[in-house]
C-alpha cells in the first residue's frame, strides 16, 4: 500500500539531510531515504576524515623539519593511530546511527534502501524488507550526490585498486602506491600516505 508524506529526500549527504532537516522542523511531514550512510560522503569518506589524515601528514612533516632548526627529532610514521582516530571519532565505524536519530530527532521519518521514482510524486524504495512505495504531496528533493568514477582506462578493470572510499578505511599504508588523477581528491590522500610511505611515492604522469 502507498505511504503517504509531504516530501521525500532522495539521499541524505549533507545536502539532503540539511533540506530533510530544515522541513522537518518546519513542520512537514518528511521522509528521508538513504541507500548507505545519512551524512553521505563527507563524514565518512570526504571531508572530515581526509583532514585527519592531512593533519597526520603535517605533523610528520613539521617532526621531520626540527633538525637544523630547533634540535633534534627521530619520526617513526605509524598508521594506526590515524586509522583508530578514523574509525573512532569520524565515522563510528561507518555508522550512523548518530546522524539517523539526529534527523528523527527534529521529526523526520528515516527509511534506508535504494529510491527510484516510478511515477510523478511517486518514489519507490528497495529496502532490505522489500519493496516501499511513497506518494509526496509537495515534492520530491534529489540530493543523491556523486559516486567515485572508475575511469575508462584500459586493464584497469583486472587491477586491484582503490577509490577515495578504501583509501579512508584501509588500515595499513601499502609499501607503495600510484594515484591517477592529481586533482583536489586525487592530492589529498595521496599526501599523508605519501608521507609515510616506506619505499617512497612518486609523482609521475600517464599518458
Ligand atoms: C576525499 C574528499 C575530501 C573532501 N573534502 C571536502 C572538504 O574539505 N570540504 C567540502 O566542502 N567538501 C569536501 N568534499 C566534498 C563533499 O564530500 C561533498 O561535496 C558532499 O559530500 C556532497 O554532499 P551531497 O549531499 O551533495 O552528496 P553526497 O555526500 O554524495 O550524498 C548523497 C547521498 O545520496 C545517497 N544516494 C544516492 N543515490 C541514492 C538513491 N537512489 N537512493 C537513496 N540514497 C541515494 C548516497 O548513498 C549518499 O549518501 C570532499 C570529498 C572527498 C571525496
Given at each position: 500500500m502507498d505511504e503517504r508524506t509531504d516530501v521525500v529526500v532522495i539521499g541524505m549527504g549533507p545536502g539532503g539531510e540539511d533540506a530533510a532537516g530544515q522541513l522537518a522542523e518546519a513542520g512537514l511531514h518528511v521522509t528521508g531515504i538513504e541507500a548507505?550512510?545519512?551524512?553521505?560522503?563527507?563524514?565518512?569518506?570526504?571531508c572530515v576524515p581526509s583532514k585527519m589524515m592531512i593533519r597526520a601528514a603535517g605533523l610528520l612533516a613539521e617532526a621531520r623539519?626540527?633538525?637544523?632548526?630547533?634540535g633534534a627529532s627521530t619520526v617513526t610514521p605509524d598508521w594506526g593511530p590515524v586509522a583508530a582516530r578514523i574509525r573512532a571519532e569520524a565515522t563510528d565505524s561507518w555508522n550512523d546511527k548518530v546522524a539517523v536519530d539526529r534527523f528523527t530527532g527534529k521529526g523526520g521519518h528515516f527509511v534506508r534502501g535504494r529510491a527510484r521514482?516510478?511515477?510523478?510524486?511517486e518514489v519507490t524504495v528497495d529496502t532490505a524488507g522489500g519493496a516501499r512505495v511513497f506518494r509526496a504531496r509537495r515534492g520530491v528533493v534529489i540530493a543523491t550526490g556523486t559516486e567515485p568514477a572508475v575511469p575508462p582506462i584500459s586493464g584497469l578493470a583486472g587491477t586491484p585498486y582503490w577509490t577515495n572510499r578504501e583509501a579512508i578505511e584501509t588500515e595499513e599504508v601499502p609499501q607503495s602506491l600510484i594515484v591517477l588523477g592529481g586533482g583536489a581528491i586525487g592530492a589529498r590522500p595521496k599526501s599523508p600516505k605519501q608521507a609515510s610511505c616506506s619505499r617512497g611515492c612518486s609523482p609521475g604522469r600517464a599518458s
Open positions: 548507505r550512510l545519512v551524512g553521505g560522503e563527507c563524514p565518512y569518506w570526504g623539519r626540527i633538525p637544523g632548526m630547533a521514482i516510478t511515477a510523478p510524486g
